[in-house]
């Protein structure tokens, strides 16, 4: 099986910085704590990576963990995101993107950027949350027929489901 980077093709599509329509904090009323620590991803479209992210860890530390997601331009779940992750058993029901200035007044204990627009784009989040960058490539980046996106999507979940389960092992 191919690298996700081998799947890639040049692309100068930037996605624009965070769009001021967006109200600060509108979640955070909605939101009750649990006790359990608060992690947030954030990629450029909540449509993929952070959505996949938030399954994931939903899926195998809701013990430990509370996991949301966000977009730095929300562009709705992609058809592929919900496809492979239901391949795992994990059903995107009701996963809509979400922008991250919604989030921007909730505590939390990690935030993960998943790309660098998004660790750039990133805003300050009260009470000096743990941030690490896991930059991982957007597979909806790939270029050629279905199947070799679907791989691309694969692979990407393959490579978070890695790190949430060792981010587990370490944050639990």
């Not at 909540?46 to 939903?58: C, D, F, I």
């Not at 790309?115 to 743990?130: K, M």
């Not at 389960?165 to 944050?171: G, K, L, P, S, Y």
Request: glycine content about 6%; some cysteine; aromatic content about 8%.
């Amino acid at each position: 099986m191919p690298s996700l980077s081998d799947l890639f093709k040049n692309d100068t599509n930037i996605p624009k910085p965070i769009d001021s329509k967006h109200e600060k904090g509108s979640l955070e009323e909605s939101i009750p704590s649990s006790g359990k620590k608060r992690v947030l991803f954030i990629c450029t479209g909540n449509s993929v990576r952070s959505q996949m992210a938030e399954a994931l860890l939903k899926s195998l530390g809701a013990e430990h963990f509370e996991a949301y997601s966000a977009g730095i331009t929300p562009a709705g779940v992609h058809r592929l995101t919900k496809q492979v992750m239901g391949e795992i058993g994990i059903s995107m029901e009701g996963h809509q993107s979400q922008h991250v200035n919604e989030y921007a007044d909730m505590d939390f204990d990690y935030v993960i950027p998943l790309c660098e627009v998004a660790a750039l784009s990133c805003p300050d989040f009260p009470g000096s949350p743990h941030r690490i960058n896991w930059y991982i490539d957007d597979p909806i980046r790939v270029f050629g027929d279905d199947e070799r996106k679907l791989m691309a999507f694969r692979i990407t979940r393959n490579i978070l489901k890695n790190k949430i389960h060792t981010f587990i092992q370490e944050n639990s």
